[in-house]
């Protein structure tokens, strides 16, 4: 049996000591191992590399983002505001790491790119589980995309599971009614797996909040904080599109989408609507 052992160093006056066998290490604790061995290129290309860690990165982001947006409604659902507004100022800012993935991908030309695109096949960002369930949570709900993700049962069942429960906003307008809000009753039980419809009631709801922040200030603040968040979500989508657009042009995405058309009809889509039409009328 080999025997424990321990070292140190000093590394600038400082005594580092550690034991490799006596402890949990840095390495061990962050799956390193696997993590940096899960890049698998599928040419000799240089770029393809970075292109699927940029991906890969993106994916670990978007699995933060559905934890903290997940925390974030259950507390709404408790009538716990303040902790679930300090959740969606965070996925707000995973949102600018995901923003700045774009800028280091855009690195890559058109020739790059076209060096390895054909061996990608099928395989395409459309296809993301994770994403297609962080837009439902927050909103944009379209059933007909779910059965993209059909041909895998487990990520399936939890997109469908998502599309089918209420969503960021419709919990938020739930939580308005509670506290005393007038919000119209048939926009506090509905199908939720169905696209949210603005509604004026509920615009007006808003500009009551609005107009009288000090009586409805933890509404308010809420609400500031579901526009931060689907800013910071369009600047994404914004930066997403014109980085496919800069490499690939109006070329169809590989997995069959639009690409930028249909990036581009994704800009004018709004999760939280009311939020942004009150703002003419106040």
Same mark, same amino acid.
């Given at each position: 049996?080999?025997?424990?052992?321990?070292?140190?160093?000093? +590394?600038?006056?400082?005594?580092?000591?550690?034991?490799?066998?006596?402890?949990?290490?840095?390495?061990?604790?962050?799956?390193?191992?696997?993590?940096?061995?899960?890049?698998?290129?599928?040419?000799?290309?240089?770029?393809?590399?970075?292109?699927?860690?940029?991906?890969?990165?993106?994916?670990?982001?978007?699995? +933060?983002?559905?934890?903290?947006?997940?925390?974030?409604?259950?507390?709404?659902?408790?009538?716990?505001?303040?902790?679930?507004?300090?959740?969606?100022?965070?996925?707000?800012?995973?949102?600018?790491?995901l923003t700045q993935s774009w800028s280091v991908l855009s690195t890559m030309t058109p020739s790059d790119y076209l060096k390895f695109r054909d061996r990608l096949g099928q395989s395409s960002g459309f296809q993301s589980a994770q994403y297609r369930m962080l837009e439902y949570r927050l909103g944009n709900k379209n059933p007909a995309l779910a059965r993209v993700h059909e041909a895998d049962p487990a990520a399936y069942k939890a997109v469908r599971e998502t599309l089918e429960a209420p969503s960021l906003y419709?919990?938020?307008?739930?939580?308005?009614?509670?506290?005393?809000?007038?919000?119209?009753?048939?926009?506090?039980?509905?199908?939720?797996?169905?696209?949210?419809?603005?509604?004026?009631?509920?615009?007006?709801?808003?500009?009551?909040?609005?107009?009288?922040?000090?009586?409805?200030w933890e509404a308010y603040e809420f609400a500031e904080k579901l526009v931060d968040l689907e800013q910071k979500f369009q600047q994404w989508r914004f930066n997403h599109m014109k980085t496919v657009e800069r490499i690939i042009g109006f070329r169809r995405g590989t997995g069959g989408s639009g690409g930028v058309s249909y990036l581009v009809k994704a800009l004018n889509l709004r999760l939280f609507p009311e939020l942004w039409t009150v703002r003419t009328t106040l």
């Open positions: 049996m080999s025997e424990k052992f321990s070292t140190s160093v000093d +590394l600038e006056g400082e005594d580092i000591h550690w034991s490799p066998e006596g402890g949990l290490s840095y390495g061990r604790y962050l799956a390193l191992d696997t993590i940096l061995g899960a890049q698998t290129p599928l040419t000799g290309e240089h770029d393809e590399l970075m292109f699927i860690i940029i991906h890969q990165a993106s994916e670990l982001w978007l699995k +933060l983002c559905l934890h903290e947006l997940d925390a974030a409604i259950a507390h709404v659902r408790a009538d716990e505001a303040r902790p679930a507004m300090k959740m969606l100022a965070r996925i707000a800012r995973i949102q600018e790491q419709d919990e938020t307008l739930r939580y308005a009614a509670r506290l005393g809000l007038p919000v119209p009753a048939h926009a506090l039980e509905r199908d939720w797996a169905q696209a949210y419809e603005p509604d004026e009631a509920v615009e007006a709801m808003w500009r009551e909040v609005y107009l009288d922040t000090s009586r409805w």
